[in-house]
């Protein structure tokens, strides 16, 4: 049996087994004090009935509220689910539950969330989810000296706001990080 619940700063504590996979984003922890701090409708664990955290979510709140620009929506800035407890439908539940909180708390046009372009089981999952792959965006995760920068999808599902479904229409032309409208 499983829970989702808020996270806790406390979290951060036993977060480990999943933070060590390398395809998850691990951030600095005033990152994660500002997000619980600004958007705490938005950050939530999954864990088993013995409190073992199996996965966490933390989105935002981002765009324009002005109803003529369309740009106000839920983003997705990590997602991840522990490796033992893969395949079980957790990442599904966490990305419902973003999307309850973007439609019915936040009256979001979309969801968007970025991807590594090689993250081809994510991808799919997304997909699944009934996300399009929006537009690319040219070394969106950095590299190093002996790697160049990895490209990323930028991913996107409407909500009930967006009845035409014409925000996640894909754009025919990639974007460098710098074109991104919100950060």
Partial sequence: MTTIRPFSMFDLLKYNNINIDILT????TKFYGDYLNKWPEYCVVVENSTSKIQGYLMGKVEGSQDPEKKTWHGHVTAITVDPD???????????????????????GWFVDLFVRSTNKIAIDMYKSLGYSLYRRVLEYYSGDAKNPGEDAWDMRKSMPRDTTKELMVPLDHPIQPHELEFN
């Fill in 25 to 28: 984003e691990t951030f600095y």
């Fill in 85 to 107: 407890f893969r395949k079980q439908g957790l990442a599904r539940s966490l990305m419902n539950y973003l999307e309850e909180i973007t439609a019915k708390v936040h009256d």
